[in-house]
C-alpha cells in the first residue's frame, strides 16, 4: 500500500469503520474537516478543534485519524471518488456524442469539477503538495482522459487525432491545469461564458475539428472562395 504524509496509510485512517455507529462519527469528523478548514485555514486546523466542533472527544477522533494530515487526506479522498462518480456520467454521455457536443461535454466537466465546492477544493488544492496527496486527483483525470480516449477512437475519421490515447491525456492535463489555476487566482473565470469558449476553442483547435471556410466578402459585396 502507497504511503503518504507522515508515514500514515492511502486510507489515512488508523482502522476502517464497520458499524453503522462508527461509520456515522468517521462521517462526521470528515464533514467537520472541511467545515473547519474552510473557516480557520490550515494553520488554525487542529485534532482537538475538530473533535470539539463534531462534539466527541478528542479520543475517539484518535481511534480512526492519528493527526490532522489523515483526516484531510480523508477529505481529499471523498472529493475525488465524488468527482469521479460526476466523471462516470461524463463517459456516459460522451458515448454517443457527437464532434460537437463532445466537445461541450469535455469542457464544462473539466469547468464542473472546480466549481463544484468551489472553496473547499480550492483550499485543498492549495496544500495537496504539501501534504503528498496529488496521486489522488490524478486519479480523477486518468477516469476522465480513459473515457476521452474511447470518445476520440470512435471520431477518429473526424479529427486530426494520431494517438487517441496521448492527445486524451495531453487534453486532460491541460485543461486541469487551465481550471485549476482559474481557480486559484482567477476564480471570476469559473463563471465567465468567455472563457469557457476560449476552452472550447482550445479543444477544438487541439483536436484539429474541421470548419466549413467561411466565404470572404470582395469591394463589391460578391462573396468569394
Known sequence: ????????????????????RSKALVDALIQTTARVLLRDGWQALTTNRIARDAGVSVGSLYQYF???????????????????????????????????????????AALDVSRRDAPLYRAVLVELPRQGALELFERVNRRLADALTE???????????????????VLVTSLDALTDHALLFHPELLESPRFERELHALVSGYLGVRRPARARRSVNGRSRP
Open 151 to 169: 470518445w476520440l477512437v470512435d471520431r477518429r475519421d473526424e479529427l486530426d487525432v494520431v494517438d487517441p490515447s496521448l492527445t486524451a491525456h
Open 1 to 20: 500500500m502507497r504511503k503518504t504524509a507522515r508515514g500514515s496509510s492511502r486510507s489515512g485512517t488508523r482502522k476502517q469503520p464497520s458499524q453503522t
Open 66 to 108: 492519528p493527526n490532522k494530515e489523515a483526516l484531510l487526506l480523508a477529505l481529499v479522498e471523498r472529493l475525488a471518488d465524488e468527482m469521479t462518480a460526476r466523471l462516470m456520467e461524463v463517459g456516459a454521455a460522451l458515448r454517443d456524442a457527437s464532434v460537437a457536443e463532445g466537445i461541450v461535454t469535455i469542457v464544462r
